[in-house]
């Protein structure tokens, strides 16, 4: 059973150094507490990373995973679609960096994930799990981004 989970915050930065750090895949074990490798296995014309393997800390223990990034006509959004993984048979979602009116150095961001674990775990933990991993990623950014990253 597919569960999915969507959070907003906001981000103290423009919707534009938001959107740069989200993309820049090579730093995230820098910043986001669960990821422990990225490494860019394919681009598109423009040089933005397509294909991504992902080494990280899950209910611990290590996975790895490869997602396929999706850019789109949209330049304030990035979806993603899992391509393989060891412990997920889905772990799709999208960020979405939307201006806030009032405050031209303030972002909303809005993440959307729905995760499908291969190993049989119950609903509430599922759950449990996928919120987490949806905080941790908001939390990181926010730190990140706040603390001058991008």
């Known amino acids: 059973m597919v569960d999915q989970t969507t959070e907003r915050t906001t981000i103290m930065a423009s919707p534009e150094r938001c959107y740069a750090a989200a993309i820049d895949f090579e730093r995230y074990p820098e910043w986001a507490t669960d990821i422990k490798m990225a490494r860019v296995l394919s681009r598109d014309d423009e040089g933005r990373a397509v294909d991504v393997e992902f080494r990280a800390a899950a209910m611990g223990r290590s996975t790895t995973y490869t997602l396929r990034y999706y850019y789109g006509a949209n330049p304030r959004r990035i979806a993603w679609r899992l391509q393989r993984g060891d412990v997920t048979r889905r772990l799709d979602g999208?960020?979405?960096?939307?201006?806030?009116?009032?405050?031209?150095d303030a972002t909303e961001v809005i993440y959307h994930l729905a995760v499908d674990l291969s190993v049989p775990l119950p609903g509430f933990v599922k759950r449990r799990a996928e919120a987490r991993i949806v905080r941790t990623a908001l939390e990181n950014l926010t730190r990140y981004v706040e603390s001058g990253g991008k």
């Open 94 to 104: 999208e960020y979405e960096f939307l201006p806030v009116p009032s405050d031209p």
